[in-house]
């Protein structure tokens, strides 16, 4: 039985990992679940996410089907903020995983979709669902499910005691800079040396107290170890498709829509320029069409580089469409243009710049008595280098893969 949960909390708090986490203790006892669980991230630009648009999937092999779905509904009930504005939790039981539903992933974690789509496919397979009031959490819970991780991470989310939701988490920060230095880049997305903080506990009155993120489970298992904290209630595993870019779509800036992530490539035809508020813009062009791009304020030290760009640099800009623009959460400079300033020119014997000799006369040495008609073009040194560049921890999309995973030479890792 493969079971999938989504939308299950609100801004007040609770947490559809937590929620998950519950269940499958409480479906021990009727079966054995297959580990680890996956945790799922979707589409970024899904309106009505609470935070990182995440849903729940994991597989049980057990002979009670018919209990197991009714412990799944109750904990669901238990567990779920009902009173939530935006929350319309979505539980689906398959027999097995379709092609239709691992295609309904690849859609999910890219575009919008509708409600009716994922209750189409439910349908039609006759598979046993429950939608609680608008049922959204649906699309979440059968995508999660379909989820055939090609490139897959890990995560480790610890939680708390309920005694203490609501309350600063108690953390030994120095042992989590130490966790990060002695397991990266088996784990990343710790912390962010670079802006001084730690990234990998949330701020919010949810369950969670902190996940470790990686590629190598040893590394996360010991960077648990070494870091110091409140007491954990309890902890899972997670197989995730974060740091993979499963979001982006290879395409052209003609075809590019909102709501919708990419790796788009073109010519810089606007210099960066800075607006209040610390954000960053520029547009591309790949001859045909041209799209504005951003680095918002957020992406702090990314911004320095976005803002040595010049018109003629060719890149390859990687992030989510919104109101026309490109937010960026990666780039690859492809080509950097060559820069040139026109100088009067040297004068050939003594070597000194010449001096104008007034108006459309050319130059001239005084000491030398040489002449000359044109400028000089010199080349600017670019402050830049060509390769991969990417937002610093602190700024990143759970779905944005990171350099460090990426193996490409010229890459520039942010941390
Ligand atoms: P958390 O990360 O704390 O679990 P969340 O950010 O995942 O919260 P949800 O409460 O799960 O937010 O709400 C996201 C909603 O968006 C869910 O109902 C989910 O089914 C729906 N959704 C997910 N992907 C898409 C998509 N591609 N198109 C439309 N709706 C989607």
Redesign the pocket.
């Known amino acids: 039985m493969f079971i999938g949960v ?4 609100s801004d007040k708090g609770l ?3 937590y929620l998950a986490a519950v269940l499958m203790k409480r479906l021990e006892p009727l079966g054995n679940i297959r580990s680890p669980p996956k945790l799922i991230r ?2 970024p630009c ?1 309106r ?8 729940v999937a994991f597989e049980l092999e057990t002979d009670r089907p018919e209990e197991a779905r009714e412990t799944a509904l109750q904990t669901v009930v238990e567990f779920s903020d009902l009173s939530g504005e ?3 939790p ?1 539980l689906v039981a398959a027999d097995k995983r379709t092609p239709e539903m691992k295609e309904f992933y690849q ?3 890219k ?3 509708e409600i009716c789509e994922a209750k189409e496919i439910l349908d039609e397979h006759g598979v046993w669902y429950r939608g609680f009031k608008k049922g ?6 059968l ?1 999660a499910i379909g989820a055939d991780l090609s490139d897959h991470t890990y995560e480790l989310i610890a939680y708390r005691h309920k005694k203490n939701w609501g309350t600063p988490r108690k953390i030994d920060w120095d042992t989590v800079w130490d966790a990060d230095r002695q397991t990266y880049p088996g784990t990343w997305d710790t912390v962010d040396s670079h802006n001084r903080r730690v990234v990998f506990a949330p701020h919010s009155s ?1 369950p969670v107290l902190f996940g470790i993120r990686g590629d190598d489970i040893a590394s996360i298992k010991r960077a648990f170890d070494i870091i110091r904290s409140e007491p954990v209630e309890r902890r899972v595993l997670y197989l995730t498709n974060q740091g993979t870019d499963a979001h982006i779509i290879q395409g052209e800036i003609a075809g590019a829509i909102d709501d919708q992530s990419y790796r788009l490539t073109g010519r810089v035809i606007e210099a960066p320029r800075a607006i209040d508020g610390g954000h960053t813009f520029f547009s591309i062009s790949d001859g045909d069409c041209s799209m504005a791009c951003a680095a918002f304020e957020p992406t702090k030290n990314f911004r320095y580089i976005i803002n040595k760009l010049a018109p003629g640099d060719l890149v390859e800009v990687y992030g989510a469409v919104r109101d026309g623009t490109l937010n960026i959460e990666k780039m690859n400079i492809l080509e950097l243009a060559e820069l040139a300033v026109l100088e009067a020119p040297i004068c050939p014997s003594c070597k000194r710049r010449m001096e104008s000799a007034g108006k459309n006369q050319g130059y001239r040495c005084r000491r030398c008595k040489t002449k000359a008609q044109d400028r000089e073009r010199k080349v600017q040194p670019r402050d830049l280098e060509d390769g991969f560049y990417e937002v610093p921890p602190c700024a990143r999309r759970h779905l944005s893969k990171q350099l460090i995973r990426m193996k490409v030479p010229g890459a520039h890792p942010s941390r």
Do not use: P, S, Y
């Open positions: 989504d939308d299950t909390d947490c559809t990992t979707l589409n899904a009505f996410k609470t935070r990182g648009n995440a849903a935006n929350t319309n979505g859609r999910a974690v575009e919008i979709l959204r959490g649906l699309i979440g819970a995508a949810d």
